[in-house]
């Protein structure tokens, strides 16, 4: 992920953000350039979304690269953030001003390269934190595992540790590939990965079910009527799904994309519709994006610090 990164600040510097957006993002895109993906293709700008407001921003210390974001279910008005790779095995809850309120160290896990997090159903039905391992930028890793653990209660203590977090190792049917964003179905706990590509189609796949903890399994490639749209969006750095499972958002570097679904229909049905497009505040190297509890807003923020969080009311 780093080597795109520094291309991506390296060309906003030179030629700014916007040029470089729309030339050389235009070259890079296999099949379509990034205007025509993100305005073409039934990929149409969103209605629903005010502009984006400037909540908060996190500037703790040990905040240095957020890579990932979820609104808690179980403590009001928290968001759980974690670092990029290269930090400890912790997350961190934070209020909608950006303030650090815990730090909860995850018993049983390792982050080689943590990219998102995501919350559902645990085991007993009860909230639960997934927290994906799958970053692979150089295509060679064999030990992609996604983690899960009871979402902590924040209280006074400062300092935390979580229940052993569950593994659920996994491959891909078809080689290896880079993810950065995580969907957990709120109805039943079934883990979805959107792959990170900057040349070639992305792919959305998704964990059978049951779950298996610490069994290594092949993921399943996910279809649906709208596929094809999704799989023409590039750099996907982070995703989430709205906790009444309606909405999904996916984040780019340079945007959001939303689908969804009809009340009552199947969860894989939000794949058949055409995605819409969420105006976002451009930031430097945005990867972590959220839902709110209500399910009424969007929460993005960046791997930068300080890192100013942005909230965007649907209307």
Not at 306 to 312: E, G, H, N, S
């Amino acid at each position: 992920m780093k080597f795109v990164v520094v291309a991506i600040l390296i060309a906003a510097i030179f030629s700014g953000c916007s040029s470089w957006a729309s030339g050389a993002q235009k070259k890079s895109a296999k099949h379509k350039s990034w205007e025509e993906v993100e305005n073409a293709s039934g990929s149409t700008p969103s209605a629903e979304y005010g502009d984006a407001q400037l909540i908060g921003t996190v500037s703790d210390k040990s905040l240095t690269e957020i890579s990932g974001i979820a609104a808690s279910q179980i403590n009001a008005g928290v968001f759980w953030v974690h670092n990029d790779s290269g930090d400890k095995a912790r997350i961190f809850a934070i209020n909608a001003k950006g303030n650090l309120l815990a730090t909860v160290n995850v018993v049983g896990a390792k982050n080689v390269d943590w990219e998102d997090i995501g919350i559902g159903p645990g085991k007993d039905g009860k909230a639960a934190l997934y927290i994906s391992d799958a970053g692979n930028n150089g295509g060679e890793r064999d030990n992609l595992v996604i983690y899960r653990i009871p979402e902590p209660k924040i209280g006074a203590e400062k300092k935390l540790d979580s229940a052993v977090a569950e593994a659920f190792p996994f491959r891909y049917p078809d080689g290896n590939h880079d993810s950065e964003a995580i969907i957990v179905n709120p109805q039943n706990g079934q883990i979805y990965l959107v792959t990170k590509t900057m040349k070639s189609s992305c792919g959305v796949y998704r964990f059978p079910l049951p779950l298996r903890p610490s069994e290594k399994v092949t993921l399943e490639e996910v279809r649906g009527k709208q596929i094809s749209k999704i799989q023409e969006l590039r750099l996907v750095t982070g995703a989430s799904v709205s906790p009444d499972g309606l909405r999904v958002v996916l984040r780019t570097y340079f945007s959001a994309f939303e689908l969804q679904r009809e009340k009552g229909k199947p969860f894989e049905t939000i794949f058949d519709k055409a995605p819409t497009t969420i105006s976002v505040p451009l930031m430097r190297q945005a990867e972590a994006i959220t839902y709110t509890a209500d399910s009424k807003a969007l929460v993005t923020t960046t791997e930068k610090n300080p890192a100013p969080l942005f909230q965007i009311m649907r209307q």
